[in-house]
């Protein structure tokens, strides 16, 4: 018959002192003193696995720095789990991983994940754009913040005084990072749901201001000032007709390469990393195209770029140039922006009847139809040369009146 096991008290407890062996004594219910040779006093919890049944102890802490009371309650939690089936040495091994990986998982380091995954599909300028807005924005408050701990109300209140001040556009765009991050994180198992989902919502709606454009009936007036112009030089002149012609933004028409276009084929190949989609567009060219080539080549066939920099002949002309040109010289303020005269060409070939799925292809932008554009791979370089032809032939016909 087994002895009885007296309880200890606090006052044994003290009482005990090294004997130069190790001595463990017993409270009942598992729990154990451990007296080591040096006198150091600590906690054990001894216990069967519930699978195994082998003897297993796990440390609970020092005494006096946990308590004989505060042992006992350890004990009796760790009861109640071996009740459950569950081996209390497990429980507090995995109750460890979790609180490490919470740790691991802040914000910051679910954003550098995402922003690996996110840079190779934007341009350079797009994503140092996006990553900076966060630094200035969002790191200081978040960046330290488990995702778990992260709510709508918390982020919302950060994102206040960017609405006080008018930045609705700046809102915008972080909360569309915020609910890729987010989704990162579902997506990898960090967080179990999104809390950012819908927090655009709360916040005042941007007015959008649409660009600044003229119809196209307005384009023998443009045309008109700009060969008119004394201001503006030779080189910029044809890359404003240049970008004209091919319908294509001010940065892919001023970084415009010779090592890109084949006159042979009759084709302008913009590489991906160059377009806002980090797609290759490829841009069909027209005699009206390849005649400001040939005018181009004597003033920069030596370049790597077709309309080199003023300042830099190694880097290309400023994205800008355009803009200031028709702002400033062509007396366009208010009226027109460089980006708009994507928007002229779009209504002149919409307004002539050309299909909208090859115009928007002409201005390189995603198709609207998701599941058609995952199937989809046709650039319709053939079917757009004839509207680029008509493109160019329009332009030409309005410089003439």
Not at 100 to 105: G, L, P, Q, V
Not at 335 to 352: F, M, P
Request: aromatic content about 8%; some cysteine.
């Amino acid at each position: 018959m087994a002895r009885p096991v007296v309880r200890l008290t606090d006052k044994k407890i003290k009482s005990i002192t090294s004997t130069g062996k190790e001595q463990t004594l017993s409270d009942g219910g598992g729990l154990q003193l451990r007296v080591l040779p040096s006198g150091t006093k600590s906690w054990q919890f001894k216990f069967k696995d519930p699978i195994s049944d082998k003897f297993n102890k796990l440390p609970l802490g020092l005494y006096p720095a946990l308590s004989l009371a505060n042992a006992r309650t350890k004990a009796i939690e760790y009861q109640e789990i071996l009740a459950q089936g569950i081996n209390p040495k497990a429980h507090e091994l995995a109750k460890k991983q979790a609180e490490s990986r919470k740790a691991a998982n802040t914000f910051l380091a679910a954003a550098e994940l995402w922003f690996e995954r996110k840079k190779p599909t934007v341009t350079p300028h797009h994503a140092a754009r996006e990553w900076r807005t966060l630094e200035m924005y969002i790191f200081p408050k978040l960046q330290d913040t488990p995702l778990e701990s992260i709510t709508a109300i918390d982020t919302i209140e950060i994102l206040r005084p960017l609405e006080t001040d008018g930045k609705h556009s700046t809102i915008k765009r972080i909360c569309q990072s915020l609910n890729q991050i987010m989704d990162y994180s579902v997506n990898h198992g960090f967080i179990n749901a999104n809390p950012l989902a819908k927090i655009i919502k709360v916040f005042t709606k941007n007015t959008v201001e649409h660009m600044a454009t003229i119809r196209p009936e307005e384009l023998p007036d443009f045309l008109t000032a700009l060969n008119g112009s004394q201001t503006i030089q030779n080189k910029t002149k044809l890359l404003i007709l240049w970008q004209l012609h091919t319908i294509t933004r001010s940065k892919e028409a001023a970084g415009t390469k010779w090592a890109d276009i084949n006159v042979e084929d009759a084709v302008w190949m913009i590489p991906a990393e160059e377009m806002k989609r980090r797609r290759a567009h490829r841009v069909p060219l027209t005699s009206a195209t390849l005649a400001i080539l040939e005018q181009m080549k004597p003033l920069s066939g030596h370049h790597e770029y077709v309309f080199p920099s003023e300042r830099n002949e190694k880097s290309h002309a400023s994205t800008y140039t355009v803009n200031a040109a028709i702002k400033r010289s062509l007396g366009y303020k208010d009226k027109l922006v460089a980006h708009g005269l994507r928007s002229v060409a779009s209504t002149a070939l919409h307004e002539k009847g050309y299909d909208s799925l090859l115009v928007e292809a002409c201005l390189a932008h995603a198709d609207e139809n998701e599941t058609r554009a995952a199937y989809n791979r046709s650039d319709y370089l053939e079917q757009r040369r004839s509207i680029m032809r008509w493109w160019s032939e329009f332009i030409e016909q309005a410089n003439l009146k």
